[in-house]
């Protein structure tokens, strides 16, 4: 039985938690997400964008609210999206037609989509797969002596930062969701290399681990301690969640700092498109407090929802912004401007308010067994 038909067989009360989680404003405010989303993804199905990662994210936030192809109001919306990465798939497996700077961000974001879209579906696709496959080949392939990835799908010996690492980490687990092989050692030097980017507060790496474990610390963008941002600790938090290593020490020191970030939001004051976070921080803050799930989740999540839901940009009269949301944080800052920070941030919010739903196989109940490290 395919995944997605266990999920149709489990009660609704088994894929939400509770009622706190989902609430009717919530439901109200991801459903007019989506239909911004639909009503703007245009002919070719790529949102006007030439970044398939972008094209994935609007993918993404469909497929987490459980439309899939032949599945949901929007499975067309979900196919369009779809075949878009896979008919400008290159012979090499590379998931990117923009700038070649851009190689393993579109390429990571993509694969880590289709591969959620192959366990979601009950048809066979080959085109789907055999892309899938050749992206994966390409992620082992191209992977760093060091364990990280650089911008650029070549392979060198040292990887550029952890933002680009647990892009492809993400797609690699997202394709053993699937079913797919994935090398053990390729996911091994992958948690080496996001292991690699923690840092303690006084800079000293190298120091035992025990002498890290009595001070403050986080992930950062690079591995000498540059960049220790939300999203980095976010995404490291992820990473190692998502490979098995619930034991780690480093998850509960950036869960300090993820925790702390949120606790300091203001509220959701107008309808203004803004998010507590930019939307590439809350993209993996949302997802590092439900994988760790326990008090981290119940405290937190509801305040992203709840600004999500009192922010979203509401005029009927206006569906160029009615339902959607800017890549704006709520103490300013953004990384995308314009209509693809529009589409991302949209994407993001959606994806946010549909994690209670648990459509996505990685967001699955239930713990995967720790992979090669400990």
């Given at each position: 039985?395919?995944?997605?038909?266990?999920?149709?067989?489990?009660?609704?009360?088994?894929?939400?938690?509770?009622?706190?989680?989902?609430?009717?404003?919530?439901?109200?405010?991801?459903?007019?997400?989506l239909?911004w989303?639909?009503?703007?993804?245009g002919?070719q199905?790529?949102?006007?964008?030439?970044?398939l990662?972008?094209?994935?994210?609007?993918?993404?936030?469909?497929?987490?609210?459980?439309?899939?192809?032949?599945r949901?109001?929007?499975?067309?919306?979900?196919?369009?999206?779809?075949?878009?990465?896979?008919?400008?798939?290159?012979?090499?497996?590379?998931?990117?037609?923009?700038?070649?700077?851009?190689?393993?961000?579109n390429?990571?974001?993509?694969t880590?989509?289709?591969?959620?879209?192959?366990?979601?579906?009950?048809?066979?696709d080959?085109?789907?797969?055999?892309?899938?496959?050749?992206a994966?080949q390409?992620i082992?392939?191209?992977?760093?002596?060091?364990?990280?990835?650089?911008?650029r799908?070549?392979?060198?010996?040292?990887?550029?930062?952890?933002s680009?690492?647990?892009?492809?980490?993400?797609?690699?687990?997202?394709?053993?969701?699937?079913?797919?092989?994935?090398?053990?050692?390729?996911?091994?030097?992958?948690i080496?290399?996001?292991?690699?980017?923690?840092?303690?507060?006084?800079?000293?790496?190298?120091?035992p681990?025990?002498?890290?474990?009595?001070?403050?610390g986080?992930?950062?963008?690079?591995?000498?301690?540059?960049?220790?941002?939300?999203?980095?600790?976010?995404?490291?938090v992820?990473?190692?969640q998502?490979?098995?290593?619930?034991?780690?020490?480093r998850?509960?020191?950036?869960?300090e700092?993820?925790?702390?970030d949120?606790?300091?939001?203001?509220?959701?004051?107008?309808?203004?498109?803004?998010?507590?976070?930019?939307a590439?921080?809350?993209?993996?803050?949302?997802?590092?407090?439900?994988?760790?799930?326990?008090?981290?989740?119940?405290?937190?999540?509801?305040?992203?929802?709840?600004?999500?839901v009192?922010?979203?940009?509401r005029d009927e009269?206006?569906?160029?912004?009615?339902?959607?949301w800017?890549?704006?944080?709520?103490?300013?800052?953004?990384?995308v401007?314009?209509?693809?920070?529009?589409?991302?941030?949209?994407?993001?919010?959606?994806?946010?308010?549909?994690?209670?739903?648990?459509?996505l196989?990685?967001?699955?109940?239930?713990?995967?067994?720790?992979l090669?490290?400990?």
């Amino acid at each position: 039985m395919t995944l997605l038909l266990a999920m149709l067989l489990l009660p609704q009360s088994l894929l939400a938690q509770g009622e706190w989680e989902i609430t009717a404003e919530s439901e109200a405010a991801l459903e007019i997400g989506l239909q911004w989303l639909a009503e703007n993804q245009g002919d070719q199905g790529n949102w006007e964008s030439n970044d398939l990662g972008l094209v994935g994210m609007g993918a993404l936030a469909f497929l987490a609210a459980g439309h899939a192809p032949g599945r949901g109001r929007y499975g067309d919306v979900v196919q369009k999206a779809l075949d878009v990465m896979v008919n400008e798939a290159k012979p090499t497996g590379l998931l990117n037609i923009a700038d070649p700077q851009r190689d393993l961000y579109n390429h990571g974001l993509a694969t880590f989509v289709l591969g959620q879209a192959h366990g979601m579906t009950t048809r066979t696709d080959r085109r789907l797969n055999t892309t899938l496959d050749r992206a994966l080949q390409l992620i082992a392939h191209t992977q760093c002596e060091d364990g990280g990835w650089d911008y650029r799908a070549r392979r060198q010996p040292r990887g550029h930062d952890l933002s680009l690492a647990v892009m492809q980490a993400k797609a690699l687990r997202s394709a053993m969701d699937s079913g797919l092989q994935v090398p053990p050692e390729v996911v091994d030097l992958a948690i080496t290399s996001v292991r690699d980017h923690y840092c303690p507060r006084d800079g000293k790496r190298g120091a035992p681990e025990a002498e890290q474990q009595q001070q403050p610390g986080q992930f950062t963008y690079t591995k000498g301690g540059g960049g220790g941002t939300t999203a980095m600790a976010a995404a490291g938090v992820v990473c190692l969640q998502e490979f098995g290593q619930y034991e780690d020490w480093r998850i509960r020191k950036n869960m300090e700092v993820i925790t702390a970030d949120i606790s300091q939001l203001p509220e959701a004051k107008r309808r203004d498109g803004s998010m507590p976070f930019d939307a590439y921080t809350l993209y993996y803050v949302g997802q590092a407090l439900y994988q760790v799930s326990g008090d981290d989740w119940r405290t937190h999540y509801p305040k992203l929802r709840d600004y999500l839901v009192a922010s979203q940009l509401r005029d009927e009269r206006n569906p160029t912004n009615h339902g959607s949301w800017y890549d704006r944080g709520a103490r300013g800052g953004g990384r995308v401007g314009g209509k693809p920070g529009q589409l991302y941030a949209t994407s993001v919010a959606c994806f946010i308010l549909a994690i209670p739903n648990r459509y996505l196989p990685i967001l699955q109940e239930g713990k995967i067994e720790s992979l090669r490290q400990n």
